[in-house]
T-cell receptor
Framework: EADIYQTPRYLVIGTGKKITLECSQTMGHDKMYWYQQDPGMELHLIHYSYGVNSTEKGDLSSESTVSRIRTEHFPLTLESARPSHTSQYLC??????????????FGSGTRLTVV | QKEVEQNSGPLSVPEGAIASLNCTYSDRVSQSFFWYRQYSGKSPELIMSIYSNGDKEDGRFTAQLNKASQYVSLLIRDSQPSDSATYLCAVYSNSGYALNFGKGTSLLVTP
């Protein structure tokens, strides 16, 4: 079944640790995104990618990096976690159409707590 | 001015009533509009997309778009308690690189 997967679902980690949040999709979508969402707040774009070897920063500077070596895989890395990084991280993907922007399919999210 | 604005609510409607959710956007040349439903602690789920002025119906949901007024709405007919969630309005900007989301409207359907 075509889907988008995020691991881990929950992560508690100490300050200063390096972490990678995983995101994979089986829908063959070219476009992938990372958003950050605090409880009751709006989604903020962190990074996006239009295809392999294409990555761009979004509006929210979160001191993170991404890579897109394979179409299906879009991991997010925090080099040094801080308590301010505590949040929910949502990965999404969408198809690329000629002259049409499609909606996203979201993964289940990773809830990160930095202590 | 925020790019996508929604009344945060909560909007409370009785079971069986019509729920009306509204959204305004600032980018006059936006072309693609979406409604997502998000249950507490879950990720957003796409429920409607609309690209042209007018109404688009899908089951109990109707999306309405008025580009001249920069306004998009979602009607939920015969509201059910299971419709209780936060509804997010999302709009692609003219650059088209990603969706901008509103803060969401919390809907509560009371039995």
């Amino acid at each position: 079944e075509a889907d988008i997967y995020q691991t881990p679902r929950y992560l508690v980690i100490g300050t200063g640790k390096k972490i990678t949040l995983e995101c994979s999709q089986t829908m063959g979508h070219d476009k992938m995104y990372w958003y950050q969402q605090d409880p009751g707040m709006e989604l903020h774009l962190i990074h996006y990618s239009y295809g392999v070897n294409s990555t761009e920063k979004g509006d929210l500077s979160s001191e993170s990096t991404v890579s897109r070596i394979r179409t299906e895989h879009f991991p997010l890395t925090l080099e040094s976690a801080r308590p301010s990084h505590t949040s929910q991280y949502l990965c999404a993907s969408s198809a690329k159409g000629a002259g049409v922007n499609y909606g996203y399919t979201f993964g289940s999210g990773t809830r990160l707590t930095v202590v | 001015q925020k790019e996508v604005e929604q009344n945060s609510g909560p909007l409370s409607v009785p079971e069986g009533a019509i729920a009306s959710l509204n959204c305004t956007y600032s980018d006059r040349v936006s072309q693609s509009f979406f409604w997502y439903r998000q249950y507490s602690g879950k990720s957003p789920e796409l429920i409607m997309s609309i690209y042209s002025n007018g109404d688009k119906e899908d089951g109990r949901f109707t999306a309405q778009l008025n580009k001249a007024s920069q306004y998009v709405s979602l009607l939920i007919r015969d509201s059910q308690p299971s419709d209780s969630a936060t509804y997010l309005c999302a709009v692609y900007s003219n650059s088209g690189y990603a969706l901008n989301f509103g803060k969401g409207t919390s809907l509560l359907v009371t039995p």
